[in-house]
């Protein structure tokens, strides 16, 4: 089982960046992926990056080349760097852990991008 806590949401002027963390309760390093995703009030839950094992990354349309995820295995732990943040990136943010058996989800973090 992995219990994963995510961090560092929070009100941002659009522009502006902010750096989301997601800790793990116990070793990162065979799951297969880490992703991050994102649901707005009143839409589904969208992928926004994940990253393999192997270090492959993919990121949705709507934020390639603005968000980068990253993950530090020996401090099992999950980043997503977000740049040049725009009013429609404004959602709560989970991260996922994709293992064999089954997906595991934190709790959230809002993030919100308005002046």
């Known amino acids: 089982q992995v219990q994963l806590v995510e961090s560092g949401g929070g009100l941002v002027q659009p522009g502006g960046s902010l750096r989301l963390s997601c800790a793990a309760s116990r070793s990162i390093g065979s799951v297969s992926a880490m992703g991050w995703y994102r649901q707005a009030p009143g839409k589904q839950r969208d992928l926004v990056a994940r990253?393999?094992?192997?270090?492959?990354?993919n990121y949705a349309d709507s934020v390639k080349g603005r968000f980068t995820i990253s993950r530090d295995n020996a401090k099992n732990t999950v980043y997503l760097q977000m740049n040049s943040l725009k009013p429609e990136d404004t959602a709560v943010y989970y991260c996922?852990?994709?293992?064999?058996?089954?997906?595991?989800w934190g709790q959230g973090t809002q993030v919100t991008v308005s002046s």
């Open positions: 996922n852990a994709d293992t064999p058996l089954r997906d595991y």
């Open positions: 990253i393999t094992r192997g270090g492959n990354t």
